[in-house]
């Protein structure tokens, strides 16, 4: 069983940076892809960014491309999203999941185990 738990979250202004992170346990850890969703009030849980665990490939939602930065420590069995230029459309639900599905994979509905989500307000 994979549990993961992500924290980090707050209330920034715009153009502010966070740093999430998230503990993931469990076994072999570099077999999963890791990645980071969010959900706004009144929309659909959206990719935006994930990792895999061999190679850290990457892949970004175009909306946060160069704002963002998704990493991994797999020795210490965390992953991290660096949030630059934070903006109030960032504002929502930031949650962490894990896949054992090979290769990297973008589809939030692919991802088999999630976290709570920490919330992240970006409001002046």
């Known amino acids: 069983q994979v549990q993961l738990v992500e924290s980090g979250g707050g209330l920034v202004q715009p153009g502010d940076s966070l740093r999430l992170s998230c503990v993931v346990s469990?076994?072999?850890?570099?077999?999963?892809?890791l990645g980071w969703f969010r959900q706004a009030p009144g929309k659909e849980r959206e990719t935006l960014a994930t990792i895999t665990g061999i190679g850290f490939l990457t892949h970004y939602d175009h909306t946060v491309k160069g704002r963002f930065t998704i990493s991994r420590d797999n020795a210490r069995n965390e992953v991290y999203l660096q949030m630059d230029s934070l903006r109030p459309e960032d504002t929502g639900v930031y949650f962490c999941?894990?896949?054992?599905?090979?290769?990297?994979?973008?589809?939030?509905?692919?991802?088999?185990?999630w976290g709570r989500g920490t919330q992240v307000t970006v409001s002046s």
């Open positions: 469990g076994r072999n850890m570099r077999e999963y892809c």
């Open positions: 999941a894990a896949t054992r599905r090979p290769g990297l994979i973008t589809d939030a509905t692919s991802y088999d185990y």
